[in-house]
């Protein structure tokens, strides 16, 4: 595993002002962690910053939107990219959930302030305020439509809002906990949710009706992840069978993160289990890489890369630091994961 750089989040807020400055961190596995800082001195004729690094770190190509800063020792350096834009009058407090709409137009986000909207991705201007639910709204997300929302809260309660004019068309009730995460089947027809009641379920969205309790295992189900299962795996048989009103189920495997520190795999349309992995820690969040491969990770800051043919043991197993691991999202080649630090 190759070295990292870090630097704070806030580094290009902090590098604006005159003498502004920002903590470095470099890590290798095995290693003690290398600490340092960069400091801005002032501006340049064109208008860039000035900026030098502390001891052990070198600045390299500066310019007003980046900065490339190299670890000569671990011989690793990483180009750092200042936002390109930040959005803070959407909400008053932290934002718990988001997600941006398929063709990229809108944004949807919940927040500790009490309120999820829809906003403009472009701008940040607020389009539509998404009220109904009682308590906090833990999970948004848009169907591949672009033009609807899933969300579900403390409540227990699931709904799906237009995101044309905020009114909600559908309500779904039958946990009996806070829902903590949901995922849609496909195009949409079909939805899932995961709750603190240790239940997942599997819902219809035309009928308005739950198709079926997918799992239930005695321990609050923090995320859930679904995808199409590698054809070698066996997903088991239906007990009964399935209602013409499930489609895409077929041939799918439903990730479920648990907080009794397991990830558990079960077959989407058989509703029988297939792995049952044992990790470090509360699982928070799930998510598939591949047909093959998947991640997971856990509250004492552990990710699990498995194989979902051969979960005896893991693939590897990441930790950057102990904070806990929040969520995680497949990208190009790898991924992005989020921690509570």
Not at 81 to 88: D, E, G
Not at 199 to 225: E, Y
Request: aromatic content about 6%; charged content about 20%.
């Amino acid at each position: 595993m190759a070295a990292t750089l870090r630097i704070q989040s806030d580094w290009s807020r902090a590098l604006s002002r005159d003498e502004g400055e920002a903590w470095l961190s470099c890590r290798s596995p095995g290693k003690p962690t290398l600490y340092g800082s960069v400091t801005r001195r002032g501006l340049s004729s064109d208008g860039v910053p000035d900026i030098v690094a502390s001891e052990g770190f070198v600045v390299g190509e500066v310019t007003k939107k980046s900065i490339l800063i190299s670890c000569p020792h671990e011989n690793v350096s990483t180009k750092f990219l200042a936002p390109y834009t930040s959005f803070c009058r959407i909400h008053q407090k932290s934002i718990t959930c988001l997600d941006i709409s398929s063709g990229g137009g809108l944004g949807v986000s919940t927040s500790t302030d009490g309120t999820m909207k829809i906003w403009q991705a472009a701008n940040g201007e607020i389009r539509r305020l998404l009220e109904g639910h009682v308590y906090d709204v833990n999970c948004c997300r848009f169907f591949p439509s672009g033009l609807v929302v899933l969300s579900g809260g403390m409540d227990a309660q699931l709904k799906i809002w237009s995101a044309e004019d905020a009114s909600c068309v559908v309500t779904f009730k039958g946990h009996k906990g806070g829902i903590l995460d949901t995922a849609i089947v496909d195009r949409g027809r079909n939805v899932l949710s995961c709750s603190r009641d240790g239940s997942a379920r599997l819902w219809d969205c035309g009928k308005s009706a739950c198709l079926g309790v997918i799992a239930d295992c005695g321990s609050p189900v923090n995320g859930i992840a679904v995808g199409t299962a590698d054809n070698s795996l066996n997903l088991g048989t239906p007990e009964k069978p399935s209602s013409e009103r499930e489609v895409g189920t077929e041939g799918k495997i439903l990730l479920l993160a648990r907080e009794d520190k397991k990830l558990q795999g079960v077959g989407l349309q058989s509703r029988q289990p297939v792995f049952l992995f044992m990790g470090s820690d509360a699982f928070n969040c799930c998510t598939f890489l591949s047909s093959t491969y998947i991640l997971a990770g856990t509250q004492d800051g552990n990710i699990y890369q498995l194989d979902v043919r051969n979960t005896n043991a893991p693939i590897q197993v990441i930790h950057r630091s102990g904070a806990p691991v929040l969520s995680l999202l497949p990208y190009r080649d790898g991924f992005i994961a989020s921690q509570g630090n």
